[in-house]
């Protein structure tokens, strides 16, 4: 990736090292594109959240599958996807007070969140607004990297 990028991409094994390796990339990436530091800590959160789910939940145990995030800064919003190829686990009735708070807490951060199981496997899509000056900001300095 390089400064200014409009997209950011990876597709890791899905473990929890990772996780919090992609979660750093996309604080380093929200930073580059001049993200509001709140939209950045809520962006990261979520996707943290969204990414341990998939480490958690969405592969068998000693299952290596794919965990996979993209970031795209586009219009006057940022789009952040977290998908996996594993199964779907609705969540429990009762997970008890240690887990279940996820998707609520995905839900809460993002201006916009879609949770999609499928047989290949579920995406996360969500979305936070870019205020008009960072994108100003960003235009500026892209602009002049040409």
Do not use: C, F
């Not at 990414?51 to 219009?75: C, F, K, W």
């Not at 951060?109 to 994108?135: C, D, F, N, Y």
Request: net charge positive; aromatic share 4%.
């Amino acid at each position: 990736m390089h400064a200014g990028d409009q997209r950011l991409h990876r597709l890791v094994p899905a473990r929890s090292r990772n996780a919090t390796t992609l979660r750093q990339a996309l604080t380093r990436w929200a930073n580059e594109v001049d993200l509001p530091e709140d939209t950045t800590d809520a962006m990261a959160l979520a996707a943290y959240e969204a990414m341990i789910n998939v480490v958690t939940h969405a592969y068998p145990a000693q299952a290596d599958g794919p965990l996979e995030l993209s970031a795209e800064l586009r219009g006057n919003a940022v789009d952040v996807t977290v998908a996996d190829r594993g199964r779907w686990q609705p969540p429990a009735a009762d997970p008890g007070p240690l887990h279940g708070r996820g998707l609520p807490l995905i839900r809460a951060l993002s201006e916009r969140a879609e949770i999609a199981p499928g047989p290949q496997g579920t995406t996360v899509r969500m979305r936070w607004p870019v205020p008009a000056a960072a994108k100003r900001r960003y235009r500026r300095e892209t602009a002049g990297a040409r």
